[in-house]
């Protein structure tokens, strides 16, 4: 047992826009190495949680302490050295290249005005090498498929050195081969030591690759342990307002199939 | 393989550029510092041939390049030490010339930088510095203070300064509503591009009326809302060259943070970039260039939103590259485009806004066949 502080920490973690709870007193505490699903119906504040995390929204009450530290007393820029931010599509991007979208995960660490050094390019280049996109480095992101254009994305975060990443619905516009890979590239960063959290919906995929799983609902966290315990028929009926088969496979995964909602749910 | 210099880069061109690409795990850094260098070598030297071509033609005539340089220094040394006792070609080039052409060049850089920086900041292409209202104000002051009458009282003998500052207040009094607006819906780069499309309608309309009812004396203004350079003299090529200059060069600091924000402001929030302030400084500072650019040529269009897709196209997304780019090409157009507006009807002058997009729009369709294709704005 080590003295390490949990990588994240959330206590009473609130945020209201404009009169609408969107968080209503979230409570978490992880260790480092964990690859966490965050699952959850739509508006149920998983990206808000994840941007309050990140401080791209500040939250209304509660606190966030990231390795020990407690980010809101953080700059923004010392915030980007403990946490990265994988949005769930890169949108319109100017033009920008492969390379030059990686390499601005590296701005937190610059000190100078304009160029990069020498010792930034490497690890951007190492990290294109790591998620198999260094051939494209000069194709503009716009270019790229969606999953080049994802892997890019968790490139651009893992030039961060960030001790958490935040990654939200990362295999939405995937197909199954890409979805598969993105998760094991998440799950290989997770393995070594950075804790990575996931917003997902495919409760299947989370549940077969996360180590821990986070169930929201209307702002406020209704269950979080091991996939394979938390995950039940039941579950899936009070949180989604649908029945749903959860079972096992051959290899012994976890598998949710959604039959139909529940009358006078919608 | 041997090291090439940079004269040789230059001489390659382009294609040197490229070829340079083809090398495997060559530094990208030292690539675009390469580029860097190369983009104010030849900006450098264009520059100045298209500085020399200017002070050497005019509706008069050519006068030789060697007698122009001659009489520039000359009439700069007598300047400099006070002697007034200036000969005709030296009295041409540095009361006519100089401060017209220092003009030019202030006003293309300052509009195409301006454009780069309001693309970047509200990533929208079709984003010109126009898009705050602040042509549309400073038409309508000028407008009102032509139809009106106006005069300043403490400049009352010098009425060449009623239209630029009657301009500047429009500017920023557009600017200031726009900000108002935009700021009050939220601040998002939609809000900005709409409170700045009404409050331009708005300032179009006022400046309707004022046109009606000032229709005798339209002449006075007209120049102005075409753009011309014609009636810049040393007393205001001053005020352009020197804050437009100083400006367009200090917002290249912001290359990189310009670049961030090419991903969107969540991820430029992420990653340490205080997203709000950093677009309302430049919202400011982008709106003094144009104003100031406005103020003494008037409303000259094409430049801010063209050059900076220009130099896109050709050079990629990072703006450590594009803006000192735009600055060269913005300079250099309107130099160009300035001299034809004085030269192809002598003695007549041409809207100098008008040759702008004349020159620059055979060229800008030609790279846009060429590579727009591949062009995500």
Not at chain 1, 197 to 223: F, T
Not at chain 2, 175 to 197: D, P, Q, R
Not at chain 2, 255 to 277: I, P, T
Not at chain 2, 302 to 325: T, Y
Request: charged share 20%; with cysteine.
């Amino acid at each position: 047992m080590t003295d390490d502080p949990p990588v994240l920490r959330v206590r009473g973690l609130c945020k209201e826009f404009d009169g609408f709870q969107a968080l209503k007193g979230v409570d978490l505490e992880f260790g480092k190495g964990l690859l966490i699903g965050l699952i959850g119906p739509n508006g149920c504040g998983k990206s808000t949680m994840m941007k309050c995390i990140s401080r791209v929204h500040e939250q209304t009450s509660g606190t966030i302490e990231v390795d020990g530290k407690d980010v809101s007393s953080m700059k923004a820029a010392e915030v980007a050295k403990l946490v990265a931010n994988v949005p769930a599509e890169a949108g319109q991007t100017f033009g920008i290249s492969v390379m030059d979208m990686v390499m601005l995960g590296r701005y937190p660490f610059v000190d100078r005005i304009w160029w990069e050094d020498p010792e930034d390019e490497r690890a951007a280049k190492e990290a294109m090498k790591t998620f198999g996109i260094y051939h494209l480095r000069r194709k503009q992101v716009a270019l790229c498929s969606s999953g080049e254009r994802q892997r890019a994305l968790i490139a651009k975060a893992y030039v961060q050195e960030p001790k958490l990443m935040l990654v939200d619905e990362p295999t939405s516009h995937l197909d199954m081969k890409y979805k598969l890979q993105v998760m094991e590239y998440l799950q290989k960063m997770a393995r070594s030591d950075m804790t990575v959290m996931v917003a997902e919906h495919d409760i299947s995929l989370m549940a077969r690759y996360c180590d821990v799983c986070v169930i929201m609902k209307r702002g406020e966290v209704v269950a979080v342990g091991d996939p394979k315990e938390i995950i039940t028929e039941k579950l899936i009926r009070e949180v989604y307002e649908v029945e749903a088969r959860v079972g096992l496979d051959a290899d012994g995964e976890i598998y949710v199939l959604p039959k139909r909602y529940v009358e006078g749910s919608l | 393989m041997p090291k090439e210099g940079l004269f040789s880069q230059l001489k390659k061109g382009y294609r040197g550029m490229k070829s340079d690409l083809e090398e495997p795990d060559v530094s990208e850094i030292e690539l675009k510092k390469k580029r860097f260098r190369l983009i104010v070598l030849f900006g450098s030297f264009m520059s100045a041939i298209a500085f020399l071509i200017s002070i050497s033609i005019s509706s008069g005539g050519v006068i030789p390049v060697s007698e122009a340089v001659g009489a520039l220094f000359s009439s700069i040394r007598k300047a400099v030490e006070g002697d007034t006792n200036l000969d005709m070609v030296e009295l041409y080039i540095y009361n006519a010339r100089l401060p017209r052409t220092l003009a030019s060049i202030a006003v293309g850089a300052g509009l195409a930088i301006a454009g780069c920086m309001y693309q970047a900041i509200i990533r929208n292409p079709l984003v010109d510095p126009y898009i705050t209202g602040v042509s549309s104000g400073a038409g309508c002051l000028a407008m009102a203070a032509t139809a009106l009458g106006f005069s300043i009282p403490f400049l009352a003998d010098n009425t060449l300064y009623v239209i630029p500052v009657a301009a500047i207040a429009g500017g920023v009094v557009a600017f200031v509503v726009t900000m108002t607006v935009a700021e009050g819906s939220g601040g998002s780069s939609i809000n900005y591009i709409l409170a700045g499309t009404i409050v331009g309608f708005a300032f179009s309309s006022v400046q309707t009326v004022f046109m009606s009812l000032g229709k005798d004396n339209l002449t006075d203004v007209m120049w102005w809302l075409y753009g011309s350079f014609g009636n810049v003299t040393w007393e205001n090529a001053w005020i352009v060259f020197v804050p437009v200059v100083g400006i367009s060069i200090a917002a290249m600091v912001w290359a990189r943070e310009y670049n961030l924000y090419s991903m969107g402001e969540d991820q430029a929030a992420q990653l340490g970039l205080k997203v709000k302030r950093f677009k309302r400084v430049t919202m400011v500072v982008a709106s003094v260039l144009t104003s100031l650019c406005v103020a003494f040529v008037g409303i000259i269009g094409f430049v801010g939103l063209v050059v900076p897709h220009a130099c896109r196209m050709a050079l990629g997304s990072d703006h450590r590259l594009i803006m000192p780019a735009s600055v060269v090409i913005g300079a250099m157009l309107m130099l160009f485009a300035d001299l034809v507006a004085r030269t192809v009807m002598s003695p007549a002058e041409l809207p100098v806004g008008a040759i702008t997009a004349m020159i620059g729009t055979p060229v800008f369709a030609y790279m846009l066949m060429k590579r727009g294709r591949n062009y995500d704005g």
